[in-house]
């Protein structure tokens, strides 16, 4: 049985669900961001049993078929400027369809519809947080992380960092609480 799993954004959130699967008594057979594959069947109270479990830890059970779809576009994002080889070889635009098989106009219009915000604001949002997250640990100039993060340039970085955060990379470095947002409150 398949089961779609909303705000799974990383490998930790993979391994606390395998956790939670095995002591719910499920034998998992493949864990993806946001989909995981189990040998049983599943029945209705069951699966709000399980969702209760899940819920307790940030993460909740899809049942819909656009929701699923928005969860695969942003665990792709996730995917992309969290943990992959980025920078990306072909367009996000591309890379979604691709991804989805769907045309981008459609998934574009389905995420700006149910998130209330365009799939290129997401995708930028998530950028900014991997820039903060690499500023703080301070291993990487600016200009490394610019190329990191497939930015053309320092500047296009700096520009779009201060859009987002009202302050400019340096001055949110030497900031001693600069904040940032958990992944699924994106």
């Known amino acids: 049985m398949q089961l779609f799993i909303k705000n799974m954004v990383c490998s930790r959130c993979k391994m606390v669900v395998k956790e939670e699967l095995l002591r719910f008594g499920l034998h998992p057979t493949s864990i993806e961001l946001g989909e995981v ?43 992309i400027t ?3 080889g980025y920078p ?6 591309e890379h979604l ?29 998530q950028k900014i ?5 690499l500023l703080k640990y301070d291993e990487l100039s600016l200009s490394e992380i610019a190329d990191k993060l497939g930015y053309s340039s320092v500047a296009y970085l700096s520009n779009q960092f201060k859009k987002q955060t009202g302050l400019t ?13 958990n992944i699924e409150e994106l």
């Open 37 to 79: 594959f189990i040998s049983e069947e599943l029945g209705a109270g069951e699966k709000a049993d399980l969702n209760g479990r899940l819920q307790s830890f940030g993460f909740e059970l899809i049942d819909d078929k656009k929701s699923r779809l928005i969860e695969k576009i942003k665990n792709l994002i996730v995917e």
């Open 82 to 84: 969290q943990q992959s």
């Open 88 to 93: 990306l070889t072909t367009t996000l635009s």
């Open 97 to 125: 369809s691709r991804n989805l098989h769907h045309d981008y106009h459609y998934l574009s219009h389905l995420f700006s519809e149910v998130e209330g915000t365009t799939i290129e604001k997401y995708f930028i949002s």
């Open 129 to 133: 947080e991997k820039v903060k997250e």
């Open 169 to 181: 990379p340096s001055f949110y470095k030497s900031l001693r609480n600069n904040t940032r947002r």
